[in-house]
């Protein structure tokens, strides 16, 4: 019933900060218990579940929701650089119809991607497809990130949760770029043609 409003990965959250804030009540702890019934308030709104809309005409789509930061190049790659928030969509899709492959994955700690030592520290994945490599940086207030199943995905499928942190869209050179830098971009959108 709930899986139509809250995604499964943020079911368990919500649910535990619910009953803590319930007991907190109880117990007689009003401002713990006022804050963290915010704190589920904020979760639902972290883990709602928002529909995407895939541009089927697109080569590649962009697999979160949220900020071109930056866009970069070399001879043989353009790459993409997504900063994601907890106020975008949390949903990790599919940037192309592609068999998906789990390259690497790194346990960390959640370091402010502000910090220096974050990029070698914090929680990273990077996943691969056809003509793509996305590389997820996790940051401050985030959820753990989950390994996907390695198998052929449809453009814009839901592959896991992905609530704050950073991804590198790596794409091959003649893929034609459709962003620009500070746009904010939603989950499904073109990213190039």
Do not use: H, W
């Given at each position: 019933?709930?899986?139509?409003?809250?995604?499964?990965?943020?079911?368990?959250?919500?649910?535990?900060?619910f009953v803590f804030a319930i007991f907190l009540q109880i117990v007689d702890l009003e401002f713990l218990s006022v804050l963290l019934f915010f704190t589920f308030i904020l979760a639902l709104y972290v883990y709602?579940?928002?529909?995407?809309?895939?541009?089927?005409?697109?080569?590649?789509?962009?697999?979160?929701?949220?900020?071109?930061?930056?866009?970069?190049?070399?001879?043989?790659?353009?790459?993409?650089?997504?900063?994601?928030?907890?106020?975008?969509?949390?949903?990790?899709?599919?940037?192309?119809?592609?068999?998906?492959?789990?390259e690497s994955i790194k346990r960390g700690v959640f370091l402010s991607l502000d910090e220096k030592s974050a990029?070698?520290?914090?929680?990273?994945?990077?996943?691969?497809?056809?003509?793509?490599?996305?590389?997820?940086?996790?940051?401050?207030?985030?959820?753990?990130?989950?390994?996907?199943?390695?198998?052929?995905?449809?453009?814009?499928?839901?592959?896991?949760?992905?609530?704050?942190?950073?991804?590198?869209?790596?794409?091959?050179?003649?893929?034609?770029?459709?962003?620009?830098?500070?746009?904010?971009?939603?989950?499904?959108?073109?990213?190039?043609?």
């Amino acid at each position: 019933m709930l899986d139509k409003y809250i995604l499964k990965q943020g079911q368990k959250v919500a649910l535990y900060l619910f009953v803590f804030a319930i007991f907190l009540q109880i117990v007689d702890l009003e401002f713990l218990s006022v804050l963290l019934f915010f704190t589920f308030i904020l979760a639902l709104y972290v883990y709602r579940v928002k529909e995407v809309k895939v541009d089927s005409e697109a080569k590649i789509v962009s697999p979160v929701s949220g900020t071109v930061e930056a866009i970069d190049f070399n001879e043989q790659y353009n790459f993409v650089y997504l900063n994601v928030s907890l106020f975008d969509s949390s949903i990790l899709v599919s940037p192309e119809d592609s068999t998906l492959k789990v390259e690497s994955i790194k346990r960390g700690v959640f370091l402010s991607l502000d910090e220096k030592s974050a990029k070698s520290l914090n929680e990273q994945m990077s996943l691969k497809t056809e003509n793509t490599t996305m590389k997820l940086l996790a940051s401050f207030a985030t959820a753990q990130l989950n390994k996907p199943i390695e198998k052929e995905y449809s453009k814009g499928e839901a592959l896991e949760v992905f609530t704050q942190g950073e991804l590198i869209l790596r794409l091959k050179k003649e893929c034609k770029v459709a962003l620009k830098i500070g746009q904010k971009v939603e989950a499904g959108q073109t990213v190039c043609y």
